[in-house]
């Protein structure tokens, strides 16, 4: 079964730096997805960002960009300029075509004033 | 686009009663369609794989009878929780595989709350 790891539990950041969340997985497919969502207080999961792994190019979405690894099967989130409404649960999820998300344990970000 | 809803948002019920939790794709046709189980601090955890017209498939120690998975049409699918007891108090959400073909993203739902008196 695949596994998605992130190492970091809760992070903090001041507002308009710039914060980079780990996640690694493990996986012995060639060809697959990988997703960043973010889970705000509302609890409502909205994707961020994804990444087909066949891609080499990292995928970017505004201030949110990915490095992925594939040979290391690692995919951080790097948030630019980061802002207060960015205070949320991050998800690191992978699928396998067709399959169901297996996600990390999250990492709670904190953006302070 | 991409636009997935839960109905309701949140629920009380009495013990051993049943609960029925909609999650419709609102802009997109989707074959398929997960529901998680969160807990208060908690990843997602996937309880069952639900595809339209055929029999949903659940998570190990996911008790079937328990919770009832209906994939009726390419829009929505339906989670009844029955007998609810304390313990199946909990956050469900469900999410929808589909948009652009070939995305394999999933859009999720609001989700709902249980709580079980």
């Known amino acids: 079964a695949q596994t998605v790891t992130q190492s970091q539990p809760e992070m903090s950041v001041q507002e308009a730096e710039t914060v980079t969340l780990s996640c690694t997985y493990d996986t012995s497919e060639s060809n697959y997805y990988l997703f960043w969502y973010k889970q705000p207080p509302s609890r409502q999961m909205i994707l961020v960002i994804r990444?087909?792994?066949?891609?080499?190019q990292n995928a970017t979405e505004n201030r949110f960009s990915v490095n992925f690894q594939k040979a290391a099967k690692s995919f951080s989130l790097k948030i630019s300029d980061s802002q207060l409404g960015d205070t949320a649960m991050y998800f690191c999820?992978?699928?396998?075509?067709?399959?169901?998300?297996?996600f990390g344990k999250g990492t709670s970000l904190l953006v302070t004033p | 686009g991409a636009v997935v809803s839960q109905h309701p948002s949140w629920v009380i019920c009495k013990s051993g009663t049943s609960v029925k939790i909609e999650c419709r794709s609102l802009?997109?046709?989707?074959?398929?369609m997960f529901w998680y189980r969160q807990f208060p601090k908690q990843s997602l955890m996937l309880m069952a794989t639900?595809?339209?017209?055929?029999?949903?498939?659940?998570e190990q120690g996911v008790e079937k009878d328990k919770f009832l998975i209906n994939h009726a049409s390419l829009t929505l699918s339906t989670l009844t929780v029955t007998s609810a007891h304390p313990e199946d108090s909990s956050f469900y959400i469900c999410?929808?595989?589909?948009?652009?073909?070939?995305?394999?993203?999933?859009?999720f739902g609001p989700g709902t709350r249980l709580t079980v008196l």
């Open positions: 639900s595809n339209e017209g055929s029999k949903a498939t659940y």
């Open positions: 990444q087909e792994a066949y891609k080499q």
């Open positions: 999820g992978y699928s396998n075509s067709g399959y169901a998300l297996n």
């Open positions: 999410s929808a595989r589909g948009g652009a073909a070939g995305t394999d993203t999933q859009y």
């Open positions: 802009d997109f046709q989707a074959t398929t």
